[in-house]
Structure formats: structure tokens, C-alpha cells
């Protein structure tokens, strides 16, 4: 078991998803086939939705193939998904599909024993709660609002993704953030299962927890040099510095 983390001075918690407060087996198994299914019908028959074409031109660009038809670009995606590749524009048609199968009550999101009650307790304590996730912002607001608890939105103050915020590795992601939410960097705690995404968090001035929970894909590589927690019951956090 990790050694409990506890830190003072902290007025804002963002917090990764797959991996920190859910479980990534629940997001590959469950979510990512919901989608996959569905790609080739939203390409084709929704073609003219500003946010699909929008998406189909990026991934277009991304491939660089400015000819592909919907057929391709459906292969694409699926190519993408088989590498668990964070693109912009499949986490946009994603989160299309994700926020309509929850709104329909074919989905219900994962978390973690120890998340909610966290994330309560931070709440109730007067700590600002964010997220930030390569899933859309769709996507998280999707998932937040229809978990075995109901709708938990109301704990949370804000939601970045690589579409708002940037990609997750860069520093500069973080430092956009920061300037949206308000918060001083050092009162910002960033918690991730990923190493790079906490160097970069930190490299913008954040503190940072690893979140190291056994059977997800970062469990053994480590959290490198920052402070680790096996959940988030491991964490203690207070506003006021002592
Ligand atoms: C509800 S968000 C869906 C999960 C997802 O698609 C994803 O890529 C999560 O990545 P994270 O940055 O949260 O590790
Ligand atoms: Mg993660």
C-alpha cells in the first residue's frame, strides 16, 4: 500500500478520468465498442453536423487523406481505437455517441469505490473540483451525469479536454487551465495515472499526485517522482496552509 498523501494550501483539484477516478478496462470494454459500432452510421447519415464534418475534416487532415469518404474515414477511427490513440477528433465523435447512449440509459458510467465519497468530502470542505481528460468535454459532462449515484455535474466546477485546455504532455495545456480556472498554480493539484501528464502538470507550477491503482495499464511503469496514492481515499487536502 502507498504511504497517505496530504497536502495544505490547496484551493482547486483537477482530476484525470480513465485510470484516477474510473477504471480504464471499463472505458476500453464498454465504451470504446459502443462507439465503434456506431461510427459508421453517425458518418453517414449526420455527415452535415457541424461537429461531424467538423471531425471528419480533422481526421482527414490528420491522415493525410483529403479524399476520404465516410467508409474510410470509419476505418480510421477504428484503427485509432485499436491503438487507443487520444485524437481530438475521435474523442469529438466519441463523445457524440457516448452522450446520446447515456441520455437513452444505455450507458451508466465506472468509478472507482473511493471516488465519489472524495470528491464530496473535497466539495464540502470549499475545494474547487475540475476535469480534465482526453474524453471530450461531451463526453465528461455525459459521464458525470448518469453514474450509479445520478448526476454528480453539481460537484464539479469546470471541464477541460485536448480541445480547450491541448494535449495533455504540454506544459502550455496546463498554464491554460490554470488561466481559466483562476487558481494559483501552487493551490492547483493535478491527480493522473500518467507520468507524463503529471510532469507537464508540474512543469506549469501544479502539484501533483500519482494515482496508482493496481490492474490499470500505469500501474507498473510508476508515477516517477511524484507523490502516489493507490486512491483517493489516500489523499487528505485542506484549503488553509497551516
Ligand atoms: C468519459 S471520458 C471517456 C474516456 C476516454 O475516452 C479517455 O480518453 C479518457 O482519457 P483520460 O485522459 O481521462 O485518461
Ligand atoms: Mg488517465
Known amino acids: 500500500m502507498s504511504p497517505a498523501v496530504s497536502f495544505a494550501g490547496v484551493e482547486s483539484v483537477v482530476l484525470d478520468i480513465e485510470g484516477t477516478t474510473s477504471a480504464t478496462g471499463f472505458v476500453v470494454e464498454v465504451l470504446y465498442p459502443y462507439s465503434r459500432e456506431r461510427f459508421g452510421a453517425l458518418l453517414a447519415e449526420r455527415a452535415q453536423e457541424p461537429a461531424v464534418r467538423r471531425a471528419a475534416e480533422q481526421v482527414r487532415e490528420a491522415a493525410g487523406e483529403p479524399e476520404a469518404d465516410a467508409a474510410r474515414i470509419e476505418r480510421i477511427l477504428g484503427s485509432w481505437l485499436d491503438e487507443d490513440r487520444k485524437a481530438t477528433p475521435l474523442k469529438t465523435l466519441q463523445g ?35 476535469i480534465y481528460s482526453s474524453g471530450s468535454v461531451a463526453a465528461q459532462r455525459a459521464w458525470f451525469g448518469h453514474t450509479p449515484e445520478g448526476d454528480l455535474i453539481p460537484l464539479l466546477d469546470g471541464f477541460y479536454d485536448t480541445e480547450n485546455a491541448g494535449p495533455k504532455q504540454s506544459p502550455g495545456s496546463y498554464a491554460a487551465i490554470t488561466a481559466a480556472i483562476g487558481t494559483d498554480p501552487a493551490g492547483t493539484l493535478f491527480l493522473s495515472d500518467r507520468p507524463g501528464e503529471l510532469d507537464a502538470a508540474r512543469a506549469a507550477g501544479w502539484r501533483t499526485v500519482g494515482v496508482r491503482r493496481p490492474g490499470e495499464p500505469y500501474f507498473e511503469q510508476g508515477v516517477g517522482d511524484h507523490p502516489e496514492a493507490a486512491g483517493l481515499d489516500e489523499i487528505t487536502l485542506t484549503r488553509s496552509t497551516p
Open 96 to 130: 457524440i455517441i457516448w452522450s446520446e447512449g447515456f441520455a437513452r440509459g444505455e450507458l451508466v458510467s465506472h468509478f472507482y469505490p473511493d471516488t465519489i465519497p472524495a470528491l464530496r468530502h473535497w466539495q464540502a470542505a470549499g475545494l474547487r473540483l475540475h
